[in-house]
């Protein structure tokens, strides 16, 4: 494939831009378009957030949960995100009902899935305000919250939080990438940008791309759309 200055450009402009957090509208989608359903909040989607948050002797706040099928055991904070809230919205929210504690998104850390029809946002987030929720606060979002040292024996509804916390504690320490948060830009399906990198023997660092089926014949990263009835693995 002939690759001009312009298209080099123009590709090294498009990676700047998604390995520095910024979004992008979906103008085009290569693949899967015609076996992808619009996404609705809670009928063919689901999306949870969670917070990983530290306090300043690298504790992570935990919740204990009030569900009858997880009763008394540990988690992060967590929930759904309701119809109309933004992913920030919803993660204040679950913090403020499970914790007590009011807070503010530092960066997303983690994006998780089980096929399109559920993803999880994990986020690092700080304490901005309010107070730890006591069992004589307990109600149907949690019994009560604590500070977990990661040393000492909790039991746990689920110990795929443990690597969450692990890169949390990793970003909090020494971040790795730029501050990335969420940004609002309409798309009626879920969609996944792929970049795609092979580096050869000689270090040179390949990145697979597609030219536009249009008249403008402008490279560009790979753009998928999901299909909300496939049935994929579980993926963490």
Known sequence: MEVTAKDRLQVEEQVEQMLSGLGSEVSLCDL???LSKPATL?????????AVVFNDQEEVLMVQEAKHDCYKQWYLPAGRVEVGESLEEALRREVREEAGFDCQPITLLLIQEQGPQWIRFIFLARITGGSIKTLKAA????????????????????RDILRLIEYGLKYHRNPWHPITLPLDI???????????????????????LI???CWTRRLRLMMRASDQ???????W
């Open 42 to 50: 809670r009928k063919n989607v689901t999306y949870i957030v969670c």
């Open 186 to 208: 309409s798309c009626r399906h879920i969609v996944q940008r792929l970049l795609l990198v092979f580096v050869g023997a000689e270090k040179h660092i390949w990145i697979l």
């Open 211 to 213: 030219r536009a089926p």
């Open 139 to 158: 109600d149907q979002e949690s019994l009560q919250a604590s500070w977990w040292d990661r040393q000492s024996s909790l039991p746990l509804r689920g």
């Open 229 to 235: 009835d496939a049935s994929w693995p579980r993926r």
């Open 32 to 34: 899967g378009l015609e």
